[in-house]
């Protein structure tokens, strides 16, 4: 099964920039596709951004501009840089994964314990 570790989490003031960090482990078949999520307590989890196999991107109107989305196939890591932060972007921040070509239809299966983030402003 796919293990999914986030890091790189912490408490910055707006304005300010993170970068987050989310180390895979397991089949590469299931792990195709790669996104990120955020939730605040009491909300909903949404989605941020979401990377393919081969490298295309797609991101929240929210962060566009903002944030973007990587990955070092040879490290098995995903990453998010994270500029320009704002206060309504706190939350812990989930790594996703999911067979190539699912994830755009929401089809992750793996998810990581989540990595918190506080913009104060």
């Known amino acids: 099964q796919v293990r999914l570790v986030e890091s790189g989490g912490g408490s910055v003031q707006a304005g300010g920039s993170l970068r987050l960090s989310c180390v895979a482990s397991?089949?590469?078949?299931?792990?195709?596709?790669m996104g990120w999520f955020r939730q605040e307590p009491g909300k909903e989890r949404e989605w941020v951004a979401r990377?393919?196999?081969?490298?295309?991107?797609a991101y929240a109107e929210s962060v566009k501009g903002r944030f973007t989305i990587s990955r070092d196939n040879a490290k098995n890591t995903l990453y998010l840089q994270m500029n320009s932060l704002k206060p309504e972007d706190s939350g812990t921040y989930y790594c996703?994964?999911?067979?190539?070509?699912?994830?755009?239809?929401?089809?992750?299966?793996?998810w990581g314990q989540g990595t918190q983030v506080t913009v104060s402003s």
């Open positions: 996703a994964a999911g067979v190539a070509g699912t994830c755009a239809a929401g089809g992750y299966t793996s």
């Open positions: 397991g089949p590469t078949v299931s792990r195709g596709c």
């Open positions: 990377i393919g196999l081969i490298g295309i991107t």
